[in-house]
């Protein structure tokens, strides 16, 4: 079926969402570059989502053309989406919903997922169902990482899978448990291709979903994996702001990213769909009946020429020796570290009107022991703000850890532990603010000992506990790719 050659009911379907197409957002330069690889045959991809229909969203031209392409093509699907309340009232004509109807309409998503699965070509062998808690994933990430107390759905009032169909039967809701379960999956399929939600996606569950697989490809490499040092990753987005833009319903455009996701380290790269590619995609969201009833126009909107991805592979820390690490109290040293992380210049209200709360850049660097942080301010830091960084540490062998830093003007640094296994103030670690400039020192161990990843995250937040800016969680790789998973 070509573009533009809907069936007529179809065609009268689609026509009532109206609208003039808008102009997309794009590039500063122009277009995107047709830099995505093409599958290739034998190659084996796997596509991970949060939520059943995301898959098809974000990628559903891609995995169509790699099963054509002669690839191995898995999906892994963390969530069942049971948690979407305004759908199981729609869904069963009811205002006073159930945890087993939310648990119904869990299963009910899995099948849509399988038919939509079937419309790109994957078999429903090849979907795998981690069933974790929708809308609980950063929760999961955060506070109910150990799985001591493991986290409750306030939809299923569950606290591990109800649902035959998953991947581990008994697997609690923590994050140790998701962790494992990646790795497992990860480990048995050895993916020369992964694709994954973005880490700007503002959906929760969406930026802690590529935050856990990250984390588990960065652990394997960390185990000597050699497939985890070379795999290439392509980001995809579902959720931020307004876009896609227009919303509706738009073949024949481009899907061009945010422009306020042209900053920094990010590469984005566009995949051209063929005929085949585009039909299939929308044969498979519209599989989702479910999300189709509320959501049409939005879900249709990403049917259009190609697909975007982000081919960004996290941050190479400028290289030091320990002796050239400059002391907090040298600000002008500090400032010849490029910003390897650049924000953007939009954002909320919050973030306008305090302004000392606004990160403009973050630069990095690493000596083999000591990790420095220069966060780079729009307006000078103030006591009113907090200044949080988090980080999971990836040790050889695959151990992660946790370390949650809290930064209070001019030179209050502490570390927060909320459970027993984060880990607490290193010794020697230290923070300064000067001016718009905060500077962290960071001991994290001998050259044998330190860490050869580690993930990290910096939040500003507010007197009242309101969270005013953030660094979304990004790789930062402080042993090269040759060295990882052995020392000498």
């Known amino acids: 079926m070509g573009r533009g050659t809907l069936p007529l009911a179809l065609a009268l379907l689609l026509g009532a969402l109206g609208g003039v197409p808008a102009t997309p957002d794009g590039p500063p330069g122009g277009a995107l570059p047709d830099g995505v690889p093409a599958p290739q045959r034998g190659e084996t991809v796997l596509v991970f989502a949060a939520h059943p229909d995301d898959e098809s969203l974000g990628a559903g031209g891609y995995i169509h053309a790699a099963v054509a392409a002669g690839a191995r093509v898995a999906l892994v699907i963390f969530t069942n989406g049971d948690g979407y309340l305004e759908g199981v009232d ?126 588990a490809v960065e652990q394997l490499a960390s185990e000597g994996e050699a497939w985890a040092q070379r795999v290439h990753v392509l980001h995809y987005l579902v959720h931020h702001g307004p876009w896609p833009s227009p919303r ?55 049917v259009r020429t190609d697909e975007p ?3 960004s592979s996290g941050l190479l820390p ?25 924000l953007p210049a939009s954002g909320s209200l919050l973030r306008a009107a305090e302004p000392g709360a606004t990160v403009e850049g973050l630069a990095v660097a690493w ?3 000591r990790l420095l942080l220069a966060v780079r301010l729009k307006r000078p830091a103030l006591r009113e703000i907090q200044y949080r960084i988090d980080l999971r540490l990836v040790y050889l062998g695959g151990r992660i850890a946790r370390l949650a830093l809290r930064f209070r003007p001019p030179a209050g640094l502490v ?12 010794p020697g670690a230290a923070a300064h603010s000067f001016g718009r400039r905060i500077h962290v020192l960071l001991p994290l161990g001998t050259e ?14 507010g007197p009242l506990g309101t969270v005013l800016d953030r660094v979304p969680w990004t790789v930062v790789r402080l042993r090269p790719a040759p060295e990882r998973g052995r020392r000498e």
Do not use: N
């Open 448 to 461: 044998s000992s330190a860490p050869e990843a580690a993930l990290l995250h910096l939040v500003t937040v």
């Open 309 to 311: 991805f982000d081919l």
């Open 248 to 302: 509706t319903y738009a073949p024949d455009l481009p899907l061009s990213p945010p422009s306020d996701l042209w900053v920094g380290s990010s590469r984005w790269e566009r995949f051209p769909l063929g005929e085949a590619d585009e039909d299939a995609k929308r044969r498979a969201l519209f599989q989702y009946h479910t999300q189709m009833q509320l959501l049409r126009s939005f879900l249709l909107s990403f």
């Open 90 to 215: 729609v869904g069963f004509h009811t205002l006073f919903s159930t945890p087993q109807r939310f648990i119904q309409y869990g299963m009910l998503r899995q099948r849509e997922a399988l038919e939509a699965a079937g419309q790109l070509g994957v078999p429903a062998s090849q979907v795998i169902f981690l069933s974790y808690p929708d809308r609980g994933l950063a929760a999961l990430w955060g506070p109910r990482w150990g799985c001591t107390h493991p986290y409750r759905s306030p939809f299923t009032r569950r606290d591990r899978s109800p649902y035959p169909r998953t991947y581990r039967p008994g697997a609690r809701y923590c994050g140790e448990d998701v962790l494992a379960d990646l790795a497992s999956i990860l480990r048995a399929a050895r993916p020369s291709v992964i694709v994954v939600h973005h880490p700007e996606d503002t959906h929760r569950d969406h930026w802690a979903a590529e935050a856990f697989v990250t984390t």
């Open 367 to 369: 000596t083999g022991e």
């Open 318 to 342: 400028e290289r030091l020796r320990d002796e050239e690490a400059p002391p907090l109290a040298a600000p002008e040293l500090w400032d010849r570290f490029p910003s390897v992380l650049r």
């Open 415 to 426: 570390a927060e532990r909320a459970s027993p296994d984060m880990l607490p103030l290193p």
